[in-house]
């Protein structure tokens, strides 16, 4: 099976802008979560989707937003870029059936914002 | 509430010796405790995961963690460390299988 994809792997944005990141999780999982990693404060959750719901979010400004569609893909919004957005983020898949709750990582979008 | 704490962010330890990081968490329910890696530049790779049944799990790489309840405690060992373990390693624990919760990391450096 492919694993977790994210595109795109760098990205350079200026303050202001706004991106959209996206990715792909494992097949047949249904299960997406958003992470934001900096090397001050290790891995943040930003928010999880399942079967296109969101049903759990972290406690990000509204600045962050995600979404899924139905074949589980995902996408996160930053709208009005701070400095202090630049990160890694990582999104995770997870089957979450049958006991079995451990998280795919994709290897990250970069985000530098200047 | 859900946390887990890693006990030193930075550990290194010679080539051949013995492997001990540190994770302790919180749960208000019987949680599923997790081991993740991560090389530079790249994504998270599961080490080895604690859901019901043993309480010392194997993992891959030769790595092993014991799930003590009563002292909280869901410790990474493994007894010869080689360079390619040096990485960062972070351990997880999630309640539900909803929303994880990740401890800071520790950085493992292996001296040859």
């Known amino acids: 099976k492919a694993g977790v994809t994210q595109t795109p792997r760098y990205l350079i944005k200026t303050r202001g802008q706004q991106v959209t990141l996206s990715c792909s999780p494992i097949?047949?999982?249904?299960?997406v979560s958003w992470y934001q990693q900096t090397p001050g404060q290790g891995l943040q959750f930003l928010f999880e989707y399942f079967s296109e719901t969101q049903r759990n979010k972290g406690n990000f400004p509204g600045r962050f937003s995600g979404r899924q569609f139905s074949n589980s893909r995902s996408e996160m919004n930053v709208s009005t870029l701070e400095l202090g957005d630049s990160a890694l983020y990582l999104c995770a898949s997870s089957l979450v059936i049958g006991g079995s709750y451990e998280q795919y990582f994709g290897p990250g979008t970069r985000l530098t914002v200047t | 509430a859900q946390s887990v704490t890693q006990l030193g962010s930075h550990v290194s330890v010679s080539e051949g010796a013995l492997v001990l990081l540190r994770c302790n968490y919180s749960?208000?329910?019987?949680?599923?405790l997790f081991w993740y890696v991560q090389y530079p530049n790249q994504g998270l790779q599961l080490l080895l995961k604690?859901?019901?049944?043993?309480?010392l799990v194997k993992g891959i790489n030769g790595f092993e963690a014991e799930f003590k309840k009563s002292e909280t405690s869901f410790h990474l060992t493994k007894p010869s460390a080689h360079m390619s373990d040096a990485a960062e390693y972070f351990c997880?624990?999630?309640?539900?299988?909803?929303?994880?919760?990740f401890g800071t990391g520790t950085s493992l450096t292996v001296i040859p």
């Open positions: 749960s208000s329910v019987p949680p599923y």
């Open positions: 604690y859901t019901t049944g043993a309480t």
């Open positions: 097949s047949g999982h249904r299960s």
């Open positions: 997880a624990v999630t309640p539900t299988g909803n929303q994880f919760y």
